[in-house]
Antibody
Framework: EVQLLESGGGLVQPGGSLRLSCAAS????????MSWVRQAPGKGLEWVSG????????NYADSVKGRFTISRDNSGNTLYLQLNTLRAEDTAVYYC???????????????WGQGTLVTVSS | DIQMTQSPSSLSASVGDRVTITCRAS??????LNWYQQKPGRGPKLLIY???SLQSGVPSRFSGSGSGTDFTLTISSLQPEDFATYYC?????????FGQGTKVEIK
């Protein structure tokens, strides 16, 4: 059974940083692209960033480009999202999501974690 | 960016009703359209991918159709566990955008 467990969220001041983690199990982690998707309180879903199975290819939403960095540790089956220069509008639940297809993926998300809440406030 | 527009934003329906949700893309996305169900406090669940393929384990009362810019999710006979919010998502180009959601409530 695929399991994705996010951690690292919390309260941070504007301009601050956080590192989110997503521990994966139940599948061959290195074979699948992964993404981060966020959801502001009471709002819809917003794709944030994606990374290929090898880690060699990454992409970002314009709203986070230059501030967030996605990475992965395939030996430890963990996905990361480094959040820098945080803004109030980054407040959201952050989900990690597994791609249905292997390799570079096609951004169809067949498994999701339960999410971790990031609150940016002074 | 490709904009995804769902309608309606919310609807009220009864158990046993047939429910249809539409999703329109701002440009052609071929059949690269996926549907998710989300319940409060939980991550989304994939229902339909590439417009009409049923994800493993999803009940057959869910179906999808469409291509190009116009897509539909249909629930043939609404069950109590189907009350949730539904999102479409295009997987045609980056950024992979979602619709704003359709909340299905109990009438």
């Amino acid at each position: 059974e695929v399991q994705l467990l996010e951690s690292g969220g919390g309260l941070v001041q504007p301009g601050g940083s956080l590192r989110l983690s997503c521990a994966a199990s139940g599948f061959t982690f290195s074979s699948y692209a992964m993404s981060w998707v966020r959801q502001a309180p009471g709002k819809g879903l917003e794709w944030v960033s994606g990374i290929s199975g090898s880690g060699g290819s990454t992409n970002y939403a314009d709203s986070v480009k230059g501030r967030f960095t996605i990475s992965r540790d395939n030996s430890g089956n963990t996905l990361y999202l480094q959040l820098n220069t945080l803004r109030a509008e980054d407040t959201a639940v952050y989900y990690c999501a597994k791609d249905k297809r292997g390799g570079n993926g096609d951004y169809v998300f067949d498994s999701w974690g339960q999410g971790t809440l990031v609150t940016v406030s002074s | 960016d490709i904009q995804m527009t769902q309608s309606p934003s919310s609807l009220s329906a009864s158990v046993g009703d047939r429910v249809t949700i539409t999703c329109r893309a701002s440009q052609s996305i071929s059949r690269n359209l996926n549907w998710y169900q989300q319940k409060p406090g939980r991550g989304p669940k994939l229902l339909i991918y590439v417009a009409s393929s049923l994800q493993s384990g999803v009940p057959s009362r869910f179906s999808g159709s469409g291509s190009g810019t116009d897509f539909t999710l249909t629930i043939s006979s609404l069950q109590p566990e189907d009350f949730a919010t539904y999102y479409c998502q295009q997987s045609y180009s980056t950024p992979r955008t979602f619709g704003q959601g359709t909340k299905v409530e109990i009438k």
